[in-house]
């Protein structure tokens, strides 16, 4: 009698402990069942994470409101806008994403890519070979020529040569072209790399350098933005490659977004392109 009293509880112990893992099973599988169920349900769309300065007008700026169609920035109450910002949005909407606007120092905007803190690179680069090694580029969204920004009233606003500054202190952004081609100056003084547009702008303005090296449109919005400030377009010109000049968006190398944004960029006529760069250059904010 008791061998069977003894089984008997046994059995019972057994379809108890059973009965109890069933039970958690199953609210396992409904929790993952639920979560699963509100992504399917979810109809928000995929991030497109693109990364710049927001210091670099009139390519892309920092402003505190969503004036001019400016997006906010992420992590902050600030907004960024100018013309890498418009192809920005373009990009997005023609990949059917929301657009976040991720705002990096330019040294750390190949970095971030790589670790995929951010999907494209949309900042006024150039994709030149050595870049090209690090990532990928889709086709130009724009084309540059090289500028010497000066002071009205100072001793180089006249040069018409790039060879016409003599002893002057002379600088370009780090990690550039800008700053290369400073060497094609004969005579002038090449000073240490500044880390972006506003530093140099207020090295020119205080009379710590006598010019900086830009393109035709960071020309304009110095000029527009600051009194007493103009540019020059040399007669003889530096010489580079077109890959200098050209400016693209950088990708991942391998990315499948490569040949969607060409299609994007390819629906963007070059009439279009300069409308938004006159927009960028008359709405950029001063000493930006």
């Known amino acids: 009698m008791k061998k069977k009293l003894l089984l008997l509880f046994t059995t019972?112990?057994?379809?108890?402990?059973?009965?109890?893992?069933?039970?958690g099973n199953d609210s396992s599988s409904q929790s993952e069942g639920?979560?699963?169920e509100g992504t399917e349900q979810s109809d928000s769309k995929a991030v497109l994470k693109v990364g710049m300065e927001a210091a670099y007008a009139p390519?892309?700026?920092?402003?505190?409101?969503?004036?001019?169609?400016?997006?906010?920035?992420?992590?902050?109450?600030?907004?960024?806008?100018?013309?890498?910002v418009e192809i920005a949005k373009r990009i997005a909407e023609g990949l059917g994403m929301e657009l976040e606007i991720v705002k990096t120092k330019w040294e750390g905007l190949i970095p971030s890519l790589q670790s995929g803190a951010i999907d494209v690179v949309i900042a006024g680069m150039s994709p030149t070979p050595e870049r090209m090694q690090e990532i990928d580029f889709t086709d130009n969204y724009y084309t540059r020529d090289?500028?010497?920004?000066?002071?009205?009233?100072?001793?180089?606003a006249n040069a018409k040569s790039i060879h016409d500054f003599e002893g002057a202190k002379v600088t370009g952004q780090q990690g550039t072209t800008h700053y290369k081609v400073i060497d094609q100056m004969k005579g002038a003084i090449k000073e240490v790399a500044a880390t972006d547009f506003g530093q140099m702008r207020i090295q020119l303005t205080s009379g710590a350098i006598d010019a900086y090296i830009s393109e035709r449109p960071?020309?304009?919005?110095?000029?527009?933005?600051?009194?007493?400030?103009?540019?020059?377009?040399?007669?003889?010109?530096?010489?580079?490659?077109?890959?200098?000049?050209a400016i693209a968006a950088g990708l991942k190398k391998g990315s499948d977004l490569k040949e969607k944004i060409n299609a994007i960029l390819a629906e963007i006529s070059e009439e279009e392109r300069q409308q938004i760069m006159e927009e960028a250059i008359k709405n950029q904010p001063s000493q930006q």
Not at 146 to 156: A, H
Not at 226 to 233: A, K, N, P, Q
């Open 12 to 23: 019972m112990m057994t379809v108890l402990v059973l009965a109890a893992c069933g039970s």
């Open 34 to 36: 639920s979560s699963g």
């Open 59 to 84: 390519f892309n700026w920092t402003q505190n409101d969503d004036s001019n169609g400016a997006v906010p920035i992420s992590g902050t109450k600030e907004y960024a806008a100018g013309y890498d």
């Open 146 to 156: 090289f500028v010497i920004v000066v002071k009205e009233d100072g001793p180089y």
């Open 218 to 245: 960071e020309g304009m919005s110095a000029e527009a933005a600051i009194e007493g400030v103009t540019y020059i377009v040399p007669e003889d010109g530096f010489e580079a490659d077109e890959s200098d000049t």
